[in-house]
Nanobody, 124 residues
Framework: QVQLVESGGGLVQAGGSLRLSCTAS????????MGWFRQAPGKEREFAAA????????SYADSVKGRFTISKDNAKNTVYLQMNSLKPEDTAVYFC?????????????????WGQGTQVTVSS
């Protein structure tokens, strides 16, 4: 059973940067497609970024495109989300997710494993 643990969240001023990490235990992420979702207070969970198991396919939500970068280090069993030019509307709990499959997935319903989330707060 794969367990995902996110880290790297925190409080940052608008325009700043954070890098989120998601490390897996209980299994290797080598053959897993990965994703990042986020949920702001009072809102539904939304897709932010996704990457295929080998990194060949990547997708971003329009709201983060050009500012966020997802990457995967299979040797470290870790996936990252580099977030630049942060805005107050990026404030949310960010969740890492994984699916043992070779594709790329944009829907939360497609994923099998979820982390507990890490809080990102962007002040104006």
């Amino acid at each position: 059973q794969v367990q995902l643990v996110e880290s790297g969240g925190g409080l940052v001023q608008a325009g700043g940067s954070l890098r989120l990490s998601c490390t897996a235990s209980g299994g290797t992420l080598r053959r897993f497609a990965m994703g990042w979702f986020r949920q702001a207070p009072g809102k539904e969970r939304e897709f932010a970024a996704a990457i295929s198991w080998n990194g060949d396919s990547i997708s971003y939500a329009d709201s983060v495109k050009g500012r966020f970068t997802i990457s995967k280090d299979n040797a470290k069993n870790t996936v990252y989300l580099q977030m630049n030019s942060l805005k107050p509307e990026d404030t949310a709990v960010y969740f890492c997710t994984a699916k043992n499959s070779g594709g790329i997935y944009l829907s939360a319903y497609d994923y099998d494993y979820w982390g507990q989330g890490t809080q990102v707060t962007v002040s104006s």
